[in-house]
């Protein structure tokens, strides 16, 4: 376990001949836009400004009081309010191997005293031999430092902070993750030939929004 925690520090402070997780502390460069394919762009709100396609962890009544799309200045966005549980869509997918990096922006709009952890986004590459997926979970953590990992379980996914600190309060954030070699060097096997979706989780305590996810 200590030796997996310093391999991750490695590859995550650019140590070592890795390539994983890719500069995830670092702004998005518009330079490496070329090739990317939007999965989700949070532009098709139903009659509650809940996200189409997107469903509740738990209570679909909690998750559509907290988890919202909205529009600043003409980019559409997921406001999540303080949420309790992930919500999910299993309706986008794409082939790793051919789109292995994958890119979101997030913002923090207000956050509480010690709160827990910001957000996290879960892809999901696969499912196990009960169909459950897989996940990689990439943490904004509050007090975590970059390159803290958690290793999943059985029902549980390998936790990887990417990102640390309560700030910046109103600014987007860009980041850029190999999940695909990621996905192998959590589980030493090929993930499937589709990917299988995302989850999102904004923190207890927390405003965060989450803007386009795209793949590249």
């Not at 879960?122 to 953590?141: C, E, H």
């Not at 980041?175 to 959590?186: A, M, P, S, T």
Request: charged share 20%; glycine share 8%; aromatic share 12%.
């Amino acid at each position: 376990r200590n030796m997996l925690a310093t391999y991750w520090a490695c590859l995550l402070l650019g140590l070592g001949n890795v390539h994983g997780v890719v500069d995830a502390q670092e702004k998005f460069s518009p330079a490496s836009s070329a090739g990317l394919m939007v999965l989700e762009a949070f532009q098709h709100p139903d009659a509650k400004g809940f996200p189409q396609g997107w469903e509740a962890q738990r209570s679909t009544i909690t998750a559509h009081e907290t988890y919202t799309i909205q529009k600043e200045e003409g980019h559409f966005f997921l406001s999540a309010k303080s949420a309790n549980q992930r919500v999910y869509t299993k309706q986008i997918t794409w082939d790793p191997k051919k789109h292995p990096v994958l890119t979101w922006r997030w913002r923090i709009k207000s956050v509480s005293e010690n709160p827990d952890f910001i957000a996290a986004v879960y892809p999901s590459l696969d499912v196990d031999l009960m169909f459950i997926p897989v996940n990689t979970k990439y943490v904004w953590s509050a007090t975590l430092p970059v390159g803290s990992v958690k290793e999943g379980g059985m029902f549980s996914s390998t936790e990887i902070v990417i990102r640390s600190g309560v700030q910046p309060i109103g600014e987007w954030i860009e980041e850029r993750v190999n999940v695909y070699q990621d996905f192998l060097k959590i589980h030493n096997h090929e993930p499937a030939p589709q990917a299988w979706g995302i989850s999102l989780l904004g923190g207890p305590g927390v405003d965060v929004d989450f803007g386009s996810i795209q793949v590249q």
